[in-house]
């Protein structure tokens, strides 16, 4: 079984990156050996790293998310049009350390956090890190994905231009960059994908975090309300009263044939189980799809008509 990267650092798997990082804080201040001479230490020290060294990171989160340490470390399928079948695995490079003073911003911050530990103290670095790089807010941008790929889940690649330092640190220039992100299954509007320090940087501010937020693109048949899809079916007054047979293609290019069997009145729907979008993070889960019915009422009817329908209703 591949390790728990959340169980390691105590958090549940829907926690933002600011929790990931309290986590990461406590436990390594807590494990780093120049503190700890526990004899598991140093391997519970270099654990909570790899743990926040992929969790602290957008794509790898994702990645590990859907398809576990297994898929993170192999790679993942992506579509033929991609022009290769995997992406790269992920290997974690091994130097906790490292890891730790990228954190901190340097080796020694134990004189600053001895102290006991607050709700201020607890931002990148900590509020004792006066003099420090203040990090550039967030840049958010849309993700706008079809319902179809959030029903199958693939892979999407999103170009940015972003400044980078020079080699002489004090000059930047202009960089096209391409960031991969792995779409999860069922994802809904609002999930946000994060690629920490992927903005402008520059020799006075930490690089921004870029921040992918998902929207569903507008689509010809379906709607989406949470996990279910609502269909609109058309239908005539005849169908509405005597019964029909409804055919609906999926997401997945399936053909479902819904029978009509009840008296169709306004506000009637019809809901099918389990044929909605996936759950994240619930395998082999779905929603449901909720139909409901648009009555085409004819536009002129025959007195003999009249007559046949006041017959057959009355």
Not at 8 to 33: C, E, G
Not at 263 to 268: A, C, E, L
Not at 275 to 298: Q, Y
């Amino acid at each position: 079984m591949g390790k728990d990267y959340y169980k390691i650092l105590q958090i549940t798997q829907n926690v933002k990156s600011q929790d990931i990082k309290k986590a990461y804080r406590k436990f390594a201040l807590k494990y780093h050996p120049d503190r700890n001479t526990a004899i598991d230490a140093v391997d519970k020290f270099k654990e909570v790293s790899e743990a926040y060294d992929v969790l602290s990171n957008g794509i790898r989160r994702a990645i590990y998310d859907q398809y576990g340490e297994e898929g993170l470390k192999a790679g993942v399928p992506m579509s033929e049009a991609e022009g290769q079948t995997f992406t790269e695995g992920y290997v974690f490079h091994g130097d906790a350390e490292r890891v730790f003073r990228e954190f901190f911003g340097g080796n020694n911050p134990y004189a600053d956090y001895f102290q006991p530990e607050s709700d201020a103290d607890m931002g990148f670095g900590g509020i004792r890190g006066r003099g420090r790089k203040k990090q550039d807010s967030p840049v958010e941008k849309e993700l706008l994905l079809s319902l179809e790929e959030l029903y199958t889940g693939c892979i999407k690649k999103m170009k940015v231009s972003r400044r980078v330092l020079n080699d002489d640190g004090h000059t930047t220039s202009i960089r096209e960059k391409i960031l991969t992100i792995p779409v999860k299954k069922g994802w809904k509007p609002g999930t946000r994908i994060t690629f920490p320090q992927k903005g402008d940087e520059g020799p006075n501010n930490i690089a921004a975090d870029i921040v992918f937020i998902v929207k569903d693109r507008e689509h010809d048949r379906f709607t989406r309300s949470e996990v279910d899809l609502c269909y609109k079916a058309k239908i005539s007054l005849a169908d509405a009263l005597a019964g029909c047979l409804i055919e609906i293609q999926t997401l997945d290019n399936r053909i479902l044939s819904i029978p009509i069997n009840e008296i169709v009145k306004p506000g009637f729907t019809k809901t099918v189980p389990g044929e909605g979008m996936p759950i994240s993070n619930e395998s082999n889960k779905k929603g449901n799809l909720i139909i409901a019915f648009d009555i085409i009422f004819p536009k002129h009817l025959t007195p003999e008509k009249k007559s046949m329908a006041r017959k057959a209703l009355s």
